[in-house]
């Protein structure tokens, strides 16, 4: 499956624009990391708990995306997007979405 975050793909033609693919995850802190996160507020500096955390909810959310765009049997996924939310305190959404289609070589 390809991805971009363009709405075309070089050396491809879309031949079928299918529907949006979407796919995301609600992840929550946790204390430990909460822990580590208030003392780097403090001393400054990247949180590498919460940057892992978000790095993994948001391949997450394209794999749950790149699923959804296999069950319209898109070929490709253009103009990919993420978003986040928060649910409640301490979750958040982190939604990939896009639109798939079907290509084929120019």
């Known amino acids: 499956m390809q991805l971009s975050t363009t709405d075309f793909l070089p050396g491809y033609r879309i031949i079928e624009v299918l529907d949006v693919a979407r796919g995301s995850t609600v992840r929550a802190r946790h204390i430990g990391r909460d822990i ?17 955390l978000m790095a993994d909810a948001r391949e997450h959310a394209i794999e749950r995306m790149v699923a959804d765009a296999k069950t319209l049997e898109a070929d490709a996924i253009i103009n990919v997007r993420f978003m986040t939310a928060t649910v409640m305190q301490g979750a958040s959404e982190i939604l990939a979405y896009g639109t798939a289609v079907k290509i084929e070589k120019e």
Do not use: D, Q
Request: proline fraction near 0%; charged fraction near 20%.
């Open 36 to 52: 580590g996160a208030a003392f780097k507020s403090i001393v400054g500096g990247e949180i590498g708990s919460y940057t892992e």
